[in-house]
């Protein structure tokens, strides 16, 4: 598998504030990550291929510098919202930029509590991009409850956290992705997690250093649930999927596959770089339908399109709660996966934040998807497009080369075929 995004991201980012090189094994190679290795190179650190491996030249915790021109992250929310928590402890504006699918997403999630710590937004009362900020050397450290499930805004402050003068501190209600936690504690910095009263507490200490260190990228789980999901639904089908992230964080597609009567199994189980990773075995299975609780949505967030599409193929109801996150992602991802499900001939309803799909076992398709410039729709709907009656038609796969440029040709591989409408 192609390397993990969220981790490529933070690789890079962190490589950049350490002191020394970083080299990243494995980085993925995806618009997404590529934009913020160009991030990080304008403000001053490096980031280049050399052979096999990416080589950062860090600058140290608040040594950035400031860049000559915007800094343009494309479609990804990740690298975005990270590098305002960057941009925070350094004393230089910046201006950030995206696509259209970027410049409708909320930022006021980070730069509400960014604000708080010190950081200046030039245009203030605006929350989308493009965005003018400007950081400080004076970061005031915080403790802060995250309003929503999110691990992007848990590690902007975390970020912002490394360069300001105390001690920093991130209440999560529910776990998300912990990648930032395990990375930084890898490269050097001071960050302690301990639960406490049903939550966590995770708290960093500023005025960091960090060192620059050899990082090798796990798989992607996100990436891989379309090639899970089309072992599963096409008869007959014995595929393993090798080195990938099984961190539980970012598991819970895969709970859910196995309770939906999925011959899914996690082989070979061993560390890399901190992380978990296994190979993963699918064999081709009758699906039932689920009840997917909450609680495990940000486990598995990016994972709804493509579960929900494979729910078409399950026998039964498949119940999913507490979706309300979908609705900010990359599109309105509630939205556009009923739409693209409705277009396939499979029954489906949005009640509030929950998302039902009744499948028959069969799924006519036949339907042409409109994908928002969203990668993960964009997948969805062409892996189950292997195993319908009629083929599955998207209107766009550009946005697939922001997180899997290697999709198209890994599904060939198995066997799957693509013909471009004219
Ligand atoms: C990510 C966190 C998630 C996820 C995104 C990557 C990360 O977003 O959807 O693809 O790398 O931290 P939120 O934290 O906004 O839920």
Redesign the pocket.
């Known amino acids: 598998m192609p390397g993990d995004?969220?981790i490529s991201?933070r690789a890079l980012i962190f490589g950049a504030l350490a002191t020394g090189t970083t080299r990243i094994r494995g980085l993925l190679e995806a618009e997404d990550v590529i934009n913020t290795a160009k991030a990080v190179t304008a403000l001053g650190a490096p980031a280049a291929k050399s052979g096999d491996v990416w080589e950062v030249k860090g600058r140290g915790v608040g040594g950035l510098q400031q860049p000559d021109a915007p800094l343009d992250f494309g479609n990804s929310?990740?690298g975005t919202r990270l590098m305002m928590g960057v941009i925070a402890g350094h004393p230089m504006t910046v201006t950030m930029t995206g696509d259209a699918s970027l410049s409708k997403r909320p930022m006021r999630r980070v730069l509400g509590p960014l604000k708080q710590m010190g950081l200046e937004i030039l245009d203030d009362g605006k929350e989308t991009l493009p965005l003018a900020m400007r950081g400080t050397r004076d970061l005031v450290p915080m403790s802060y409850t995250l309003p929503v499930?999110?691990?992007?805004?848990k590690?902007a402050i975390l970020i912002a956290g490394l360069h300001a003068a105390g001690e920093t501190t991130v209440i999560e209600k529910e776990a998300?992705?912990d990648?930032t936690e395990r990375m930084l504690r890898f490269f050097g910095a001071d960050v302690a997690t301990r639960p406490h009263d049903g939550q966590t507490h995770i708290t960093v200490k500023g005025g960091a250093e960090m060192h620059g260190r050899d990082v090798t990228v796990p798989g992607d789980p996100s990436s891989a649930a379309f090639l899970a999901c089309a072992a599963l639904i096409v008869p007959g089908s014995d595929i393993t999927i090798e080195g990938v992230l099984v961190n539980d964080t970012r598991t819970g597609l895969y709970t859910t596959l196995q309770e939906m009567g999925g011959d899914v199994t996690l082989l070979n189980l061993r560390e890399e770089g901190g992380e978990p990773i296994a190979d993963i075995r699918v064999r081709a299975s009758h699906l039932k339908g689920v009840h997917v609780p909450a609680e495990r949505a940000p486990s598995m967030?990016?994972e709804y399109p493509v579960l929900a599409a494979v729910a078409g193929f399950a026998v039964g109801e498949t119940r999913m709660d507490g979706l309300a996150?979908l609705k900010v992602?990359e599109s309105d991802r509630l939205a556009a996966t009923a739409a693209g499900l409705h277009a396939n001939g499979i029954a489906a309803r949005v009640e509030g934040d929950s998302l039902i799909v009744t499948g028959t076992g069969r799924v006519p398709g036949g339907g042409t998807v409109a994908t928002h410039l969203d990668h993960r729709i964009a997948m969805a709907f062409l892996t189950i497009g292997l195993a319908s009656d009629k083929p599955v038609t998207v209107d766009d796969t550009a946005m697939i080369a922001t997180s899997f440029p290697e999709f198209r040709g890994l599904m060939e591989q198995l066997g799957a075929r693509y013909t471009e409408a004219a």
Not at 149 to 153: E, G, I
């Open positions: 995004k969220s991201h929310g990740t499930p999110s691990a992007q805004v590690s998300t992705r990648h967030i990016d996150e992602k």
